[in-house]
């Protein structure tokens, strides 16, 4: 066997053909959600965090909205 040549130890039964490449180093993808901001809403936030904590908290805001609504029209 020469150098060019690989010994194939892998059995046949795995299927490679499925197996995505995972591309290494600054040019990678990561494994999580991108949400694209406008401009005029990025200036009003300095990271993501301040982005994530006001999400929260009109996520909050809108949930207890929504259980007054549903008590003053008598819905449970």
């Known amino acids: 066997m ?4 690989i010994e194939d130890e892998l059995r046949p039964e ?3 053909q499925g197996l995505q490449v ?3 180093g600054p040019g ?3 494994f999580c959600n991108t949400v694209r901001l406008e401009p005029d809403v ?9 982005v994530n904590e006001a999400l929260r908290y009109l ?3 809108a949930q207890h909205s ?5 008590r003053s029209s008598g819905l449970r």
Request: aromatic residues 6%; without cysteine; charged residues 35%.
């Open 22 to 24: 995972r591309k290494l």
């Open 42 to 50: 990025i200036a009003a936030f300095p990271n993501a965090d301040a």
């Open 66 to 70: 929504a259980s007054l609504t549903q």
């Open 59 to 61: 996520i909050e805001i």
């Open 28 to 30: 990678r993808k990561k």
């Open 2 to 5: 020469n150098k060019n040549e």
């Open 14 to 16: 795995y299927d490679l």
